[in-house]
């Protein structure tokens, strides 16, 4: 078995994707037919797939270890180009959207796909890239804050994960302990995580309207791939749990 360490991390070249994508996606204009049209889904999303494997090494890694400068210079590198990289991918979403051979693609590779091509393409613009940079960056922020917490409980240091096991413990005090341990980290927080929520608030509001919808409520179903339910099921199931 395969081991995380083991897993080798390349920072992706963002200037030969861009170079490999758009000659990928000239190219799928041109196709003759779906068969050369499919072969080229498959190469882009090799693409795609790579990338987001090296950015979800670097988070883990980060994640793991916040304080590591090269680690965190990494996941900078990823706030900053992912929405970069996520333009290539609504290129790649509007050729297929609109391609020739849409029905010979759909029966290869099933009506869903287009489903969720579809959501993709509402939930993006290249418009609000570097609000998509800035939110990143705030998520990273945040990461990093909470795994900043040095907590001494029972004789050790303890970060946040550590106190999980001791907020299920049988023993009421343990529980009730670890959790006044957590929260008064929180506490003393306070305004920084304020701060952080109440910035990505207004973010996400303002690229809800820059995207045309009236708040981000209905962006965030879209960016959660909700293609079978809405915020309006969502309210009618909660309205039928309330009934007697």
């Known amino acids: 078995?395969?081991?995380?360490?083991?897993?080798?991390?390349?920072?992706?070249?963002?200037?030969?994707?861009?170079?490999?994508?758009?000659?990928?996606?000239?190219?799928?204009?041109?196709?003759?037919?779906?068969?050369?049209?499919?072969?080229?889904?498959?190469?882009?999303?090799?693409?795609?797939?790579?990338?987001?494997?090296?950015?979800?090494?670097?988070?883990?890694?980060?994640?793991?270890?916040?304080?590591?400068?090269?680690y965190s210079a990494e996941q900078d590198f990823f706030d900053q180009n992912m929405p970069i990289f996520g333009e290539y991918g609504d290129m790649f979403y509007r050729a297929l959207a609109k391609s020739k051979f849409r029905p010979e693609l759909e029966a290869k590779w099933g009506k869903q796909f287009f489903n969720l091509i579809e959501v993709a393409l509402k939930s993006f613009s290249p418009a609000?890239?570097?609000?998509?940079?800035?939110?990143?960056?705030?998520?990273?922020?945040?990461?990093?804050?909470?795994?900043?917490?040095?907590?001494?409980?029972?004789?050790?240091?303890?970060?946040?994960?550590?106190?999980?096991?001791?907020?299920?413990?049988?023993?009421?005090?343990?529980?009730?302990?670890?959790?006044?341990?957590?929260?008064?980290?929180?506490?003393?927080?306070?305004?920084?995580?304020?701060?952080?929520?109440?910035?990505l608030v207004q973010l996400r509001h303002k690229m809800a309207l820059a995207l045309g919808f009236k708040n981000f409520v209905e962006l965030g179903y879209l960016r959660m791939a909700r293609t079978d339910y809405n915020a309006e099921m969502v309210a009618g199931y909660r309205q039928q749990v309330l009934k007697p």
């Open 1 to 70: 078995m395969t081991k995380f360490n083991d897993y080798q991390y390349v920072r992706p070249d963002m200037a030969a994707i861009r170079t490999e994508m758009l000659d990928l996606l000239q190219r799928f204009d041109n196709a003759d037919n779906a068969d050369q049209q499919s072969d080229i889904v498959h190469q882009i999303n090799t693409i795609r797939s790579s990338f987001s494997s090296m950015q979800n090494i670097a988070y883990i890694r980060y994640s793991i270890d916040t304080t590591n400068a090269e």
């Open 128 to 199: 609000i890239i570097e609000d998509l940079q800035r939110e990143n960056a705030l998520s990273s922020e945040y990461t990093k804050l909470m795994a900043s917490a040095k907590i001494m409980f029972e004789g050790k240091e303890r970060n946040l994960s550590d106190l999980t096991p001791f907020e299920q413990s049988p023993d009421r005090d343990i529980r009730r302990r670890a959790s006044e341990a957590k929260w008064g980290f929180i506490a003393e927080h306070t305004a920084e995580i304020d701060r952080i929520y109440d910035e």
